[in-house]
C-alpha cells in the first residue's frame, strides 16, 4: 500500500471528527440559553426531542449522582429546558460514539504494516475522552461563572426590591418591576426573578423561592428563601427584612474580599521565595566567590602564597655571605 494513502486515510479521519464535532454541535438545542426575559417566552414554545435524541442519551449509562450533577449545571448555567439534559446527552453520546466507529473503521482500513492503525487508534482514544469529559468541564465554569454573576447582582437586586415593596407594590410586582429595570446591567438575576415571578403566579411565592434555591444551592439564596418564607408566614415587614439581608450579604462580601487580601501575602511568599531570593543570592554571593577564586589561582602560581617552592626557596639555608650582602642591597 502506498505511502500516500495512509496520509490520505488520516485526514479522511480528521475530517470526519471535525464533521462529527461540528454537527453534533448543531443538533445540541440545549445550548440555546436563557440569556434574557425575551427568552424565556421561547422556552415553553420548544419542540420536545424525539425518541432517538431519548435513545442515544442512554448510550453511555450514568450513575444518579451524575445525572443530578449535571441537572444542577444545566439549571446553573442557565439552560431551563425540561428536557435540556437528555438533549445533552444524546449530543454527547453520538460524537463520542461515532468517532470511535469512524477510528475503529479508519484504523482497519490503514495499513497493518505501519504504525498509522495505533495511532489513529490512541487518536480516536483521545479524541473521544476528549469529546466525553470537555463539555462537561465546560458546562461546570459556565454554571460556576453565572452563579458567581448572580450572588454578585442579588443585593443591587433587593435593595431595588426594598423600594419597590416600601412603595407599596407587592413582592410579586415587585421582582416584575426589578427584573424589567436590571435586565441592562444584571441580565442573569433579572433572568431569575422573572422565573421566580412566573412560578410564584403558577403556585405560591413560598414554592417558587424554594425552587429558585434548589435550582441555585447557594447560601445566599438558600438564606433569601428561608428568610422571604418566614417573613411572609409571620406577617411581618418584608422590606426591613430584605434591606438587612442585602447589607449582610455585602458585608460578608467585603470580609470574603478581605479574607482573600490576607491570604494573598502568603500566596505571594512563594514567587519571592522561588523567582527573587536565587537572583539576590547570586548577587551578594557571586563577587565573593570570583574574588576567592581568582586568589585560589594566583596563590597557587609561581611566588604565590599557597606555592611549595616559594617556601622552599625562602628556607634555603645561607652559603654564601657575599651573595647575602648583595640581595640586602
Not at 188 to 207: G, P, W
Request: hydrophobic share 45%.
Amino acid at each position: 500500500m502506498p505511502a500516500w494513502l495512509d496520509s490520505v486515510t488520516l485526514l479522511a479521519f480528521l475530517a470526519t471528527f471535525v464533521c462529527a464535532l461540528v454537527f453534533g454541535m448543531a443538533v445540541v438545542r440545549a445550548r440555546q440559553r436563557v440569556r434574557n426575559i425575551a427568552d424565556i417566552h421561547t422556552l415553553s414554545a420548544r419542540v420536545r426531542p424525539g425518541h432517538w435524541r431519548r435513545n442515544w442519551a442512554k448510550v453511555i449509562p450514568a450513575s444518579q449522582a451524575e445525572s443530578d450533577a449535571l441537572t444542577q449545571d444545566l439549571k446553573r448555567a442557565g439552560y431551563y429546558g425540561a428536557d435540556a439534559g437528555t438533549e445533552y446527552l444524546a449530543a454527547r453520546n453520538f460524537i463520542v460514539i461515532g468517532l470511535m466507529v469512524v477510528g475503529i473503521a479508519a484504523a482497519v482500513a490503514a495499513d497493518p504494516s505501519t504504525k498509522l492503525p495505533q495511532t489513529i487508534l490512541a487518536a480516536t482514544m483521545t479524541a473521544a475522552t476528549v469529546c466525553h469529559v470537555g463539555p462537561r468541564w465546560m458546562l461546570h465554569l459556565q454554571a460556576n461563572r453565572r452563579l458567581h454573576k448572580i450572588q454578585h447582582g442579588l443585593p443591587d437586586a433587593l435593595d431595588i426590591v426594598r423600594m419597590c415593596l416600601s412603595g407599596g407594590l407587592s413582592l410579586r410586582d415587585s421582582l416584575a418591576r426589578v427584573a424589567r429595570d436590571i435586565e441592562f446591567f444584571h441580565r442573569e438575576i433579572a433572568v431569575e426573578l422573572e422565573v421566580v415571578r412566573r412560578h410564584a403566579e403558577a403556585d405560591t411565592m413560598q414554592r417558587a423561592l424554594k425552587e429558585f434555591a434548589r435550582r441555585m444551592n447557594a447560601p445566599e439564596v438558600n438564606a433569601l428563601s428561608s428568610l422571604v418564607s418566614q417573613t411572609e408566614l409571620m406577617g411581618t415587614h418584608v422590606a426591613m427584612a430584605v434591606t438587612e439581608f442585602a447589607d449582610t450579604m455585602r458585608r460578608q462580601y467585603r470580609q470574603r474580599a478581605e479574607e482573600r487580601a490576607n491570604k494573598t501575602s502568603i500566596k505571594l511568599l512563594f514567587p519571592v521565595i522561588l523567582c527573587l531570593a536565587p537572583p539576590v543570592f547570586i548577587l551578594m554571593v557571586g563577587p565573593p566567590v570570583l574574588q576567592l577564586k581568582n586568589f585560589l589561582h594566583d596563590a597557587h602560581e609561581t611566588g604565590g602564597v599557597l606555592n611549595p617552592s616559594s617556601y622552599t626557596e625562602r628556607l634555603t639555608p645561607v652559603t654564601n655571605l657575599e651573595e647575602l650582602r648583595d640581595d640586602l642591597r
